[in-house]
């Protein structure tokens, strides 16, 4: 279940997908009133496992976008996992703001395979 929390005056949440052996990706989406509401520079991600902090291997130059009747900003971060620890903990900063998710029980989505 997607668990949406109140930050920096968004809505946001995150979501969890393994890329492949020993890469994680975090999906962060976050509901906005207009397309140049946010920039990618103002939205941070820290993925714990423990008190073990993954390092950061890509994060997103721009944000993406999906309109409906509402707009949803998404980065996606991408986090070196090699020793495949299980996370358990994630942090999203969002203009000068963090909010902590508790992912302990969120396990990846495998890849996709083509």
């Not at 423990?50 to 980065?75: F, M």
């Amino acid at each position: 279940m997607v668990e949406f929390k109140a930050l920096g005056g968004f809505w946001v949440a995150v979501k969890m997908d393994e890329v492949s052996g020993g890469t994680l990706q975090m999906h962060v989406a976050i509901s906005v009133g207009a397309l140049d509401q946010l920039t990618a520079e103002e939205v941070g991600v820290e993925v714990w496992a423990g008190d073990v902090g993954l390092p950061l291997a890509q994060r997103p130059a721009q944000l993406g976008y999906l309109q409906t009747r509402a707009i949803t900003a998404y980065a996606d971060f991408v986090f070196t996992d090699s020793d495949n620890l299980a996370p358990t903990v994630v942090r999203v900063s969002l203009r000068n703001e963090t909010e902590v998710w508790d992912v302990s029980d969120q396990l990846p989505a495998p890849p996709l395979v083509g």
